[in-house]
Protein backbone atom coordinates (compact mmCIF):
# COMPACT_ATOMS: atom_id res chain seq x y z
CA UNK A 1 0.00 0.00 0.00
CA UNK A 2 0.86 3.61 -0.78
CA UNK A 3 0.64 5.14 2.60
CA UNK A 4 2.56 2.01 4.26
CA UNK A 5 5.43 2.79 1.90
CA UNK A 6 5.40 6.49 2.91
CA UNK A 7 6.01 5.54 6.73
CA UNK A 8 8.21 2.95 5.88
CA UNK A 9 10.48 5.92 3.99
CA UNK A 10 9.42 8.80 6.78
CA UNK A 11 10.64 6.47 9.64
CA UNK A 12 13.77 5.26 7.96
CA UNK A 13 14.69 9.13 7.25
CA UNK A 14 13.53 9.62 10.81
CA UNK A 15 15.87 6.79 12.08
CA UNK A 16 18.90 8.22 10.10
CA UNK A 17 18.89 11.71 11.01
CA UNK A 18 18.09 10.72 14.77
CA UNK A 19 21.45 8.27 15.01
CA UNK A 20 23.55 9.69 12.22
CA UNK A 21 23.08 6.74 9.66
CA UNK A 22 22.82 6.08 6.38
CA UNK A 23 19.24 5.04 5.67
CA UNK A 24 17.98 1.70 6.78
CA UNK A 25 15.41 1.17 3.33
CA UNK A 26 16.65 2.09 0.12
CA UNK A 27 14.69 -0.33 -1.49
CA UNK A 28 11.90 2.02 -1.14
CA UNK A 29 13.48 5.06 -2.91
CA UNK A 30 13.00 7.03 -5.37
CA UNK A 31 9.90 8.62 -4.35
CA UNK A 32 7.52 10.61 -6.72
CA UNK A 33 7.02 14.33 -6.19
CA UNK A 34 3.68 13.54 -4.24
CA UNK A 35 5.15 11.29 -1.98
CA UNK A 36 8.09 13.46 -1.15
CA UNK A 37 5.62 16.05 0.33
CA UNK A 38 3.17 13.23 2.21
CA UNK A 39 6.50 12.51 4.13
CA UNK A 40 7.14 16.65 4.63
CA UNK A 41 3.65 16.43 6.11
CA UNK A 42 4.32 13.83 8.31
CA UNK A 43 7.40 15.65 9.49
CA UNK A 44 6.16 18.98 10.07
CA UNK A 45 2.97 17.33 11.76
CA UNK A 46 5.00 15.28 13.86
CA UNK A 47 7.74 18.45 14.63
CA UNK A 48 10.50 16.19 13.57
CA UNK A 49 11.19 18.33 9.63
CA UNK A 50 14.41 19.41 11.29
CA UNK A 51 15.75 15.82 12.22
CA UNK A 52 14.22 14.44 8.92
CA UNK A 53 16.17 16.99 6.97
CA UNK A 54 19.14 15.87 8.76
CA UNK A 55 18.82 12.38 6.75
CA UNK A 56 17.76 14.13 3.38
CA UNK A 57 21.09 15.59 3.19
CA UNK A 58 22.44 12.38 3.26
CA UNK A 59 20.62 10.78 0.83
CA UNK A 60 22.56 9.77 -2.61
CA UNK A 61 21.15 12.41 -5.22
CA UNK A 62 18.88 9.78 -7.24
CA UNK A 63 16.95 9.56 -3.75
CA UNK A 64 16.36 13.89 -3.03
CA UNK A 65 13.06 14.81 -3.08
CA UNK A 66 12.04 17.87 -5.83
CA UNK A 67 14.21 20.90 -5.52
CA UNK A 68 11.31 23.18 -4.94
CA UNK A 69 10.47 21.12 -1.68
CA UNK A 70 14.30 20.83 -1.11
CA UNK A 71 14.56 24.70 -1.44
CA UNK A 72 11.18 24.96 1.15
CA UNK A 73 12.11 22.21 3.49
CA UNK A 74 15.80 23.87 3.88
CA UNK A 75 14.08 27.40 4.40
CA UNK A 76 11.97 26.25 7.46
CA UNK A 77 14.73 24.22 9.05
CA UNK A 78 17.13 27.65 8.68
CA UNK A 79 14.29 29.46 10.69
CA UNK A 80 14.04 26.62 13.52
CA UNK A 81 18.26 27.48 13.69
CA UNK A 82 17.40 30.82 14.08
CA UNK A 83 14.47 30.43 16.60
CA UNK A 84 16.60 28.46 18.92
CA UNK A 85 19.60 30.81 18.08
CA UNK A 86 17.26 33.58 19.38
CA UNK A 87 15.61 31.23 21.91
CA UNK A 88 19.03 30.40 23.70
CA UNK A 89 19.82 34.36 23.97
CA UNK A 90 16.71 34.92 25.71
CA UNK A 91 17.81 32.16 28.36
CA UNK A 92 20.97 33.45 29.26
CA UNK A 93 19.09 37.04 29.20
CA UNK A 94 16.84 35.63 31.59
CA UNK A 95 19.65 33.11 33.25
CA UNK A 96 21.51 36.44 34.57
CA UNK A 97 18.30 38.82 35.43
CA UNK A 98 16.97 35.99 37.69
CA UNK A 99 20.44 35.67 39.63
CA UNK A 100 20.85 39.31 40.22
CA UNK A 101 17.38 38.32 42.21
CA UNK A 102 19.08 35.20 43.93
CA UNK A 103 16.75 32.93 42.21
CA UNK A 104 18.54 30.57 40.55
CA UNK A 105 15.63 28.32 38.23
CA UNK A 106 16.38 24.64 36.51
CA UNK A 107 15.15 24.79 32.63
CA UNK A 108 13.30 21.86 32.03
CA UNK A 109 12.92 20.28 28.86
CA UNK A 110 13.31 22.48 25.72
CA UNK A 111 16.62 23.54 24.56
CA UNK A 112 18.23 21.38 27.75
CA UNK A 113 17.25 18.42 25.95
CA UNK A 114 17.93 19.83 22.34
CA UNK A 115 21.65 19.85 23.69
CA UNK A 116 21.64 15.62 23.18
CA UNK A 117 21.17 15.83 20.01
CA UNK A 118 23.80 15.75 17.10
CA UNK A 119 22.35 18.50 15.65
CA UNK A 120 20.57 20.76 18.78
CA UNK A 121 19.52 23.72 16.14
CA UNK A 122 17.63 21.58 14.45
CA UNK A 123 15.58 20.15 17.31
CA UNK A 124 11.84 21.98 17.62
CA UNK A 125 11.31 24.10 20.08
CA UNK A 126 8.62 25.28 22.26
CA UNK A 127 8.23 27.17 25.38
CA UNK A 128 10.66 28.19 27.71
CA UNK A 129 9.91 26.18 30.77
CA UNK A 130 11.52 27.09 34.36
CA UNK A 131 10.95 24.90 37.33
CA UNK A 132 11.48 26.37 40.86
CA UNK A 133 12.46 24.35 43.67
CA UNK A 134 11.16 26.39 46.42
CA UNK A 135 8.33 28.70 46.70
CA UNK A 136 9.83 31.47 47.68
CA UNK A 137 12.12 31.46 44.33
CA UNK A 138 8.65 31.03 42.35
CA UNK A 139 6.89 33.91 43.56
CA UNK A 140 9.99 36.40 43.64
CA UNK A 141 10.28 35.27 39.69
CA UNK A 142 6.57 35.52 38.96
CA UNK A 143 6.75 39.25 41.28
CA UNK A 144 9.23 40.02 37.91
CA UNK A 145 7.55 38.58 35.51
CA UNK A 146 4.70 40.56 36.57
CA UNK A 147 6.77 43.88 35.88
CA UNK A 148 8.48 42.61 32.84
CA UNK A 149 5.24 41.81 30.61
CA UNK A 150 2.04 43.41 29.73
CA UNK A 151 0.08 40.17 30.03
CA UNK A 152 1.21 37.12 32.47
CA UNK A 153 -1.31 34.50 33.53
CA UNK A 154 -1.76 31.90 36.12
CA UNK A 155 -2.61 27.92 34.91
CA UNK A 156 -3.99 25.63 37.88
CA UNK A 157 -1.06 23.05 38.66
CA UNK A 158 0.99 25.97 39.81
CA UNK A 159 1.95 27.33 36.81
CA UNK A 160 2.63 30.99 35.29
CA UNK A 161 2.77 32.12 31.91
CA UNK A 162 4.15 35.06 29.86
CA UNK A 163 5.87 36.38 26.84
CA UNK A 164 9.64 37.42 26.85
CA UNK A 165 11.05 39.17 23.76
CA UNK A 166 8.13 37.26 21.82
CA UNK A 167 8.92 33.88 23.03
CA UNK A 168 6.22 32.36 25.60
CA UNK A 169 7.84 31.28 28.80
CA UNK A 170 6.17 29.22 31.59
CA UNK A 171 7.35 29.25 35.30
CA UNK A 172 6.25 25.69 37.26
CA UNK A 173 6.66 25.44 40.89
CA UNK A 174 5.99 21.03 39.76
CA UNK A 175 8.49 19.19 38.34
CA UNK A 176 7.23 15.99 37.41
CA UNK A 177 3.53 14.88 35.94
CA UNK A 178 2.47 12.02 38.30
CA UNK A 179 -1.02 12.70 39.55
CA UNK A 180 -1.79 9.67 41.71
CA UNK A 181 -1.46 11.01 44.80
CA UNK A 182 -0.73 7.30 46.60
CA UNK A 183 2.96 7.71 44.73
CA UNK A 184 3.43 11.72 45.76
CA UNK A 185 5.36 10.71 48.90
CA UNK A 186 8.03 8.26 46.90
CA UNK A 187 7.86 10.86 44.40
CA UNK A 188 8.88 13.88 46.80
CA UNK A 189 11.35 11.87 48.77
CA UNK A 190 12.61 11.02 45.51
CA UNK A 191 12.88 14.67 43.76
CA UNK A 192 14.67 15.72 47.62
CA UNK A 193 17.58 13.08 47.13
CA UNK A 194 18.64 13.47 43.61
CA UNK A 195 17.70 17.12 42.84
CA UNK A 196 20.93 18.38 44.54
CA UNK A 197 22.96 15.86 41.96
CA UNK A 198 21.70 18.17 39.02
CA UNK A 199 24.13 19.61 36.31
CA UNK A 200 24.74 23.12 34.16
CA UNK A 201 24.79 23.56 30.29
CA UNK A 202 26.50 26.43 28.91
CA UNK A 203 24.40 28.66 26.78
CA UNK A 204 25.09 31.70 25.16
CA UNK A 205 28.00 32.34 27.63
CA UNK A 206 25.95 31.41 31.22
CA UNK A 207 26.18 28.49 32.68
CA UNK A 208 21.97 27.19 33.02
CA UNK A 209 21.27 24.75 35.65
CA UNK A 210 19.73 21.76 34.46
CA UNK A 211 18.31 18.35 36.13
CA UNK A 212 20.08 15.42 37.30
CA UNK A 213 20.43 12.42 34.15
CA UNK A 214 17.46 10.42 36.59
CA UNK A 215 15.33 12.95 36.72
CA UNK A 216 15.68 14.19 33.91
CA UNK A 217 14.73 10.95 32.29
CA UNK A 218 11.39 10.84 34.97
CA UNK A 219 10.10 14.41 33.96
CA UNK A 220 10.35 13.72 29.72
CA UNK A 221 8.46 10.20 30.03
CA UNK A 222 5.93 11.03 32.80
CA UNK A 223 5.57 14.42 30.37
CA UNK A 224 5.15 11.99 27.47
CA UNK A 225 2.46 9.96 29.56
CA UNK A 226 0.05 12.92 30.50
CA UNK A 227 0.13 13.86 27.12
CA UNK A 228 -1.04 10.73 25.63
CA UNK A 229 -3.83 10.71 28.48
CA UNK A 230 -5.18 13.72 27.44
CA UNK A 231 -4.91 14.80 23.78
CA UNK A 232 -1.44 12.65 22.48
CA UNK A 233 1.64 14.23 21.38
CA UNK A 234 4.12 13.99 18.55
CA UNK A 235 7.33 11.75 17.44
CA UNK A 236 9.62 14.91 18.76
CA UNK A 237 8.73 13.53 22.37
CA UNK A 238 9.40 10.31 21.95
CA UNK A 239 12.81 11.15 19.80
CA UNK A 240 13.76 13.22 23.18
CA UNK A 241 13.61 9.95 25.58
CA UNK A 242 15.47 7.89 22.61
CA UNK A 243 18.57 10.84 23.29
CA UNK A 244 18.09 10.97 26.88
CA UNK A 245 18.62 7.23 27.20
CA UNK A 246 21.34 6.70 24.86
CA UNK A 247 23.16 9.90 25.64
CA UNK A 248 23.19 9.28 29.44
CA UNK A 249 23.77 5.16 28.79
CA UNK A 250 25.35 3.93 32.32
CA UNK A 251 25.08 7.01 34.01
CA UNK A 252 21.72 6.14 34.58
CA UNK A 253 20.92 2.85 36.86
CA UNK A 254 18.78 0.73 35.27
CA UNK A 255 17.52 -1.05 38.03
CA UNK A 256 16.62 2.32 40.35
CA UNK A 257 14.62 3.40 37.39
CA UNK A 258 12.88 0.45 37.03
CA UNK A 259 11.57 0.67 40.51
CA UNK A 260 10.59 4.59 40.56
CA UNK A 261 8.32 3.33 37.41
CA UNK A 262 7.07 0.73 39.04
CA UNK A 263 6.56 3.20 42.10
CA UNK A 264 4.96 5.52 40.18
CA UNK A 265 2.35 3.04 38.57
CA UNK A 266 3.48 3.17 34.77
CA UNK A 267 6.13 0.33 34.41
CA UNK A 268 3.53 -1.15 32.05
CA UNK A 269 2.99 1.70 30.04
CA UNK A 270 6.66 2.08 29.90
CA UNK A 271 7.43 -1.14 28.47
CA UNK A 272 5.13 0.07 25.82
CA UNK A 273 6.85 3.13 25.15
CA UNK A 274 9.92 1.11 24.99
CA UNK A 275 9.32 -1.10 22.56
CA UNK A 276 8.16 1.71 20.34
CA UNK A 277 11.50 3.14 20.71
CA UNK A 278 13.16 0.11 19.33
CA UNK A 279 10.41 -0.61 16.47
CA UNK A 280 9.98 2.52 15.17
CA UNK A 281 13.02 4.99 16.20
CA UNK A 282 15.88 2.43 16.37
CA UNK A 283 16.61 2.41 19.56
CA UNK A 284 19.27 -0.72 20.26
CA UNK A 285 17.52 -3.17 22.70
CA UNK A 286 20.50 -3.35 24.82
CA UNK A 287 20.80 0.70 25.20
CA UNK A 288 17.20 0.86 26.73
CA UNK A 289 18.23 1.21 30.79
CA UNK A 290 16.98 -1.91 32.03
CA UNK A 291 15.32 -5.27 29.83
CA UNK A 292 11.80 -5.48 30.27
CA UNK A 293 10.67 -9.03 31.25
CA UNK A 294 7.72 -9.54 28.50
CA UNK A 295 7.52 -9.06 25.13
CA UNK A 296 4.76 -6.44 24.30
CA UNK A 297 3.44 -4.72 21.44
CA UNK A 298 3.43 -0.79 20.71
CA UNK A 299 2.12 -0.29 17.39
CA UNK A 300 -1.70 0.59 18.94
CA UNK A 301 0.44 3.46 20.44
CA UNK A 302 2.06 4.30 17.61
CA UNK A 303 -0.92 4.96 15.71
CA UNK A 304 -2.04 7.05 18.47
CA UNK A 305 0.40 9.74 18.12
CA UNK A 306 0.91 9.63 14.17
CA UNK A 307 -2.85 10.17 14.01
CA UNK A 308 -2.92 12.89 17.01
CA UNK A 309 0.61 14.81 15.79
CA UNK A 310 2.05 17.37 17.94
CA UNK A 311 0.11 17.33 21.12
CA UNK A 312 -3.20 16.52 19.79
CA UNK A 313 -3.20 19.32 16.96
CA UNK A 314 -3.31 17.66 13.94
CA UNK A 315 -5.69 14.68 14.68
CA UNK A 316 -8.01 14.27 11.44
CA UNK A 317 -10.56 12.44 13.70
CA UNK A 318 -12.14 15.21 15.41
CA UNK A 319 -11.12 17.76 12.45
CA UNK A 320 -14.82 18.46 11.20
CA UNK A 321 -16.29 19.40 14.49
CA UNK A 322 -15.78 22.31 16.35
CA UNK A 323 -17.93 21.48 19.32
CA UNK A 324 -16.29 21.58 22.64
CA UNK A 325 -13.00 23.19 21.52
CA UNK A 326 -10.63 24.27 24.16
CA UNK A 327 -6.92 25.31 22.89
CA UNK A 328 -7.44 24.79 19.47
CA UNK A 329 -8.44 20.97 19.90
CA UNK A 330 -11.66 19.79 19.43
CA UNK A 331 -14.30 17.52 20.71
CA UNK A 332 -12.24 17.79 24.14
CA UNK A 333 -14.44 15.26 25.94
CA UNK A 334 -14.55 12.51 23.68
CA UNK A 335 -11.48 12.68 22.80
CA UNK A 336 -9.89 12.78 26.72
CA UNK A 337 -12.33 10.23 26.93
CA UNK A 338 -10.81 7.86 24.54
CA UNK A 339 -7.20 8.62 25.58
CA UNK A 340 -7.93 7.53 29.20
CA UNK A 341 -9.70 4.49 28.25
CA UNK A 342 -6.93 3.05 25.95
CA UNK A 343 -4.42 3.91 28.20
CA UNK A 344 -5.74 2.80 31.69
CA UNK A 345 -4.87 -0.97 31.54
CA UNK A 346 -1.28 0.38 31.40
CA UNK A 347 -1.24 3.37 33.95
CA UNK A 348 -4.31 2.86 35.77
CA UNK A 349 -3.92 4.60 38.78
CA UNK A 350 -3.09 7.66 36.60
CA UNK A 351 -5.91 7.44 34.28
CA UNK A 352 -8.07 7.91 37.25
CA UNK A 353 -6.44 10.96 39.05
CA UNK A 354 -5.17 12.98 35.91
CA UNK A 355 -8.64 13.68 35.61
CA UNK A 356 -10.07 14.16 38.20
CA UNK A 357 -7.22 16.42 39.18
CA UNK A 358 -7.57 18.57 36.19
CA UNK A 359 -11.17 18.99 36.87
CA UNK A 360 -10.52 19.94 40.72
CA UNK A 361 -7.53 22.56 39.95
CA UNK A 362 -10.08 24.10 36.98
CA UNK A 363 -12.81 24.54 39.97
CA UNK A 364 -11.02 25.83 42.38
CA UNK A 365 -7.97 27.64 40.99
CA UNK A 366 -5.34 25.85 42.69
Known amino acids: MKEERIYIVFFSLLRSGLWSKPIDAPESFPLSASEWEEVYSIAVEQTVEGIVFEAIERLSPNFLPPQKLWMKWLVRVTK ?22 NIYPVLLKGQALAAHYDAPLRRVSGDIDWYFYTEEEYNKANSWAEKYSKEVWYVPGQSMCYSYKGVDVDHHRKMIDIYNPFAKPFLKKMISKEFGTGRSLNIEGVDCRVLSPLLNVVQVVTHVLKHLLSFGLGLRQLCDVVKLY ?47 EKKVVADW ?24 QIGGRKNTVLRVSKSLWRYGPYAPMESVFFP ?8 FKT
Open 80 to 101: IEQHNLYMNKCISKQVESFEKL
Open 301 to 324: MMEDVLRAGNFGFFDKQYAGNAEQ
Open 246 to 292: SGYGKEIDGIYLKHIYAKLGIAKWVAVLHEALVTYLGMERDCLPYRE
Open 356 to 363: LTQLYTRI
